[in-house]
């Protein structure tokens, strides 16, 4: 503590050493000097009293900034350690819909995190104007199996927003559900729904699309392609597959050998990893012999 430092927060310093319960800290959580308060949330967030997670969500209210983002930053500090109580729902679905972006983010993925939200508060945070929000709405739509949200979102005006909807239609969607970000514009969206497919299956016509995406000028979109495949059929998977183990960057011919092992009952799928011994990159060669151990 400097010269300067205030007397409330030098108590507030000595406090922690109780440790305090949350009765203790209220005066100074509900102080006139915004700087006793952004302590008191410190204090709050070092000691953990039964109640710190209420405390912290009505803090998010706060008039002063500093103390709603040191709020917000404390509840996904604690996120893992505070239990759901019912009356945490109110203050932070209220301090989603609020004037502060910082706030209603961390509100949005503390609600998806203590699972006290829902598909409406969720789907309602996917029209905020801060990309971050609404990158915290598809990761909680994603928790509550929004698939009619999500595709929604995949049509955001933002990448980041597309492509993590893409992601999260591959966990909690089908193959049709990424119709869209698979002939999005943007490579990283493209890419992202292609991964995706080797989760929720690549039945036709999404098979030919992968085996065709192995040609893309973009290694991200044939690396996504390649992974794809190992959710196809063994025809047209293998073949395309094998052509992708010459492909020019490291990071496509490892998803080719990963896709491969998932064909790897297969006679042509073992011959295409045999080839692979004496690729430059070792990682290729290590997914390789795993794949022919297996």
Do not use: M, N
């Not at 829902?118 to 990158?135: E, G, I, N, Q, S």
């Not at 949200?149 to 990424?178: C, F, I, K």
């Not at 292609?194 to 995406?213: H, I, R, S």
């Amino acid at each position: 503590a400097g010269a300067g430092t205030s007397p409330r927060i030098l108590e507030l310093l000595a406090l922690a050493e109780g440790p305090p319960d949350l009765l203790t800290l209220r005066p100074y959580l509900a102080d006139p000097d915004p700087a006793v308060r952004r302590a008191a949330v410190d204090t709050l967030t070092e000691t953990v009293p039964p109640g710190t997670g209420q405390a912290l969500a009505t803090a998010l209210a706060d008039s002063d900034p500093a103390v709603r983002a040191a709020a917000g930053a404390s509840l996904r500090e604690l996120i893992e350690v505070l239990p759901p109580e019912p009356g945490l729902r109110a203050p932070l679905a209220a301090a989603a819909h609020g004037p502060d972006a910082v706030v209603r983010s961390a509100a949005v993925e503390v609600l998806r995190a203590l699972r006290l939200g829902d598909r409406a508060l969720f789907a309602t945070a996917l029209t905020d104007p801060a990309v971050d929000v609404r990158l915290q709405a598809v990761r909680a739509l994603v928790s509550v199996d929004a698939a009619d949200a999500l595709r929604r979102a995949a049509q955001d005006p933002s990448r980041e927003v597309r492509v993590a909807a893409a992601h999260g239609l591959g966990t909690v969607g089908g193959p049709g559900d990424l119709a869209v970000p698979l002939r999005d514009e943007d490579l990283l969206v493209r890419a992202a729904a292609l991964a995706a497919l080797a989760t929720t299956g690549c039945p036709p016509p999404y098979d030919a699309a992968a085996v065709a995406a192995l040609g893309d000028p973009a290694w991200q979109v044939r690396s996504g392609a390649a992974a794809a495949l190992a959710a196809a059929g063994p025809d047209p998977a293998v073949a395309a597959l094998r052509s992708a183990l010459a492909d020019g960057h490291a990071d496509v011919r490892k998803a080719a050998v990963l896709a491969l092992r998932a064909h790897s009952g297969h006679a042509e799928a073992r011959q295409a990893l045999a080839t692979v011994a004496d690729d430059p990159d070792a990682d290729v060669r290590a997914y390789a012999r795993l794949a022919t151990k297996g």
